[in-house]
């Protein structure tokens, strides 16, 4: 890593944060009228997005750095911090322009741009951080600028609901974060990111120390309530009183960030095997159970907020496994995908009201969903292989790696099915779709364990174990989702129906405690 990069570095990746800070702070002074505070905005978004693409290149050409701020190193550009911040200007220059219209009219207007910028501001100061005291102020920051935006609409009690209970899950990850914190200080005697990564307490030959282990776990805990996994997920699913560019920002953006940081501190995740277990655990069970509430979901938001909290499952469990690259282009895909879906929201509307117009396809037998599994298995193998010949790589036994191609062959076997029996128009197309899946899927991992390599292969169980659990896991999803299709009358569905439709409950069981411990006062109750 380059220590004494060059001043202009610290410029253009300070470009970003720095630029929606100003405008966030000329808002609240100026306090102009709606059309110059979008025009400000407008013109922050475009050079925090300038500044993120030509640190982007900055990265490409010079590779990873720790950069200067004065005499402190508080400044770091790695891969995924390069692509997170050229992502997270992106999304935001697409959502200021979306907003301007979506809320034209609205008197609040001006106050949201003002949270608007401080939210952007406050995710880009997480994405450049080396120092961790930096980082979770920034979290901070981000956190609580967009709890103003989900209160745009504070007259609405589902709203300040919802609010709150983020409000208690923010809190309480920050308790985590800061008393992990305080652990690695006392325990490393330093704060820096990239000192803490290349410590030797974490190579030491009896394990890193029992504060280095339990600071891990308590930063897990704390991207966990972030990140709204089950059974924190409560508001994530409540938030749609908000303006629909606020969900796009918050499923595609700020909910990430629990992915990010973990990503980051991917070297000191790797010396702390509980940490590892736990993300793979909650993030296993949060991706199969958010994926089966989701299927009885009708409301086209509320589906795609558990597909949200799927998705986050998902990226946190191959972060636990040490399939950081996949992680970060899950992170990438997911947020992409997100902005599009909420901010098309009506058009999507729309496509699924045709849908329910259009003749159903016959039901699937359970015979034909097992036969598609062992297809996409072999096709995705050959891909794995068809790469791994082009690249001229040995071939490695990583129980990982073909853990998670394993579950990637289960999203191609519903595409194998329609090829099969012809139900779409275009069955050759389908069939094609998988085959390129596959490949982009390989070739992808191919290209990213490139820039960021994933945790080195041990001899030990553990690995084998948590890809065994993660491979068993989602392979009983995906039977009993074949079950249900081929016989969504049968006793099976209708018994597992309601309790899915209710999100297992869970929510009301953690609404009632935290709300038990920290009472919501609305204008009208008591304090």
């Known amino acids: ?20 800070a100003v405008a966030a702070i000329a808002v609240a002074v100026a306090r102009p009228s709606p059309a110059a505070a979008w025009t400000l905005v407008r013109s922050a978004c475009a050079i925090a997005l300038g500044a993120a693409i030509l640190s982007l290149l900055a990265f490409i050409a010079a590779g990873a750095a720790v950069l200067p701020v004065g005499p402190l190193s508080l400044l770091r550009t790695d891969a995924a911090g390069a692509v997170v911040l050229t992502l997270v200007a992106f999304i935001g220059w697409v959502i200021a322009g979306y907003s301007r219209r979506c809320l034209e009219g609205e008197p609040a207007q001006v106050r949201y741009a003002m949270w608007l910028m401080a939210t952007l501001a406050g995710v880009g100061g997480v994405v450049i951080s080396n120092d961790l005291l930096a980082l979770a102020a920034c979290w901070m920051i981000a956190s609580g600028a967009l709890q103003r935006l989900l209160l745009f609409h504070e007259d609405r009690p589902a709203a300040r609901i919802a609010a709150h209970k983020k409000l208690i899950a923010n809190r309480l990850s920050e308790l985590f974060l800061f008393a992990a914190i305080g652990l690695l200080w006392t325990t490393l005697d330093t704060l820096r990111i990239d000192a803490i990564l290349a410590h030797p307490a974490l190579s030491a030959p009896g394990g890193a120390p029992f504060g280095v282990h339990l600071a891990m776990v308590l930063v897990v805990l704390a991207a966990l309530l972030k990140c709204a996994l089950l059974p924190f997920h409560g508001w994530l699913i409540q938030v749609m009183e908000a303006p629909t560019p606020v969900s796009a920002l918050l499923h595609a953006g700020v909910v990430n960030l629990g992915g990010f940081v973990l990503i980051r501190l991917s070297g000191l995740l790797d010396a702390v095997p509980a940490a590892q277990v736990l993300l793979v655990v909650a993030g296993t069970t949060t991706a199969v159970l958010a994926a089966l509430v989701m299927t009885t979901r009708i409301s086209i938001k509320v589906s795609l907020a558990w597909s949200t909290c799927a998705q986050m499952g998902f990226m946190l469990m191959q ?21 599009h879906a909420f901010l098309s929201a009506g058009d999507t509307v729309h496509r699924t009201a045709a849908l329910a117009l259009a003749e159903r396809s016959p039901q699937e037998r359970m015979s034909s969903a097992l036969a598609a599994a062992l297809a996409a298995a072999g096709l995705m193998a050959a891909a794995q292989h068809a790469w791994a010949w082009l690249y001229d790589a040995p071939a ?61 292969a041990g001899t030990g169980l553990l690995p084998w174990l948590l890809a065994a659990a993660v491979l068993a896991a989602f392979a009983a999803l995906y039977l009993l989702q074949a079950a249900i299709r081929s016989a969504p009358a049968s006793p099976l569905a209708r018994r597992l129906h ?11 069981r953690t609404t009632r405690a935290g709300f038990r411990a920290w009472p919501l006062h609305t204008p009208g109750s008591r304090p």
């Open 396 to 456: 490695v036994i990583d129980p990982v790696q073909w853990a998670l191609a394993a579950v990637a062959c289960l999203v191609l076997a519903p595409l194998l099915v329609n090829a099969a029996r012809g139900a779409q128009a275009q069955p050759l197309l389908l069939l094609l779709s998988a085959c390129a899946v596959a490949l982009a899927y390989a070739g992808m991992h191919q290209f990213g364990s490139g820039w960021m390599p994933g945790r080195a």
């Open 319 to 339: 972060v636990g496994l040490g399939a950081y690259a996949l992680a970060l282009l899950h992170l990438v895909a997911h947020s992409l995908y997100k902005a």
């Open 498 to 508: 309601p309790w899915f439709y209710a999100g297992l409950f869970l929510d009301e």
């Open 1 to 20: 890593m380059v220590q004494d990069a060059p001043e202009w570095r610290s410029m253009l990746l300070l470009g970003m944060p720095a630029a929606c």
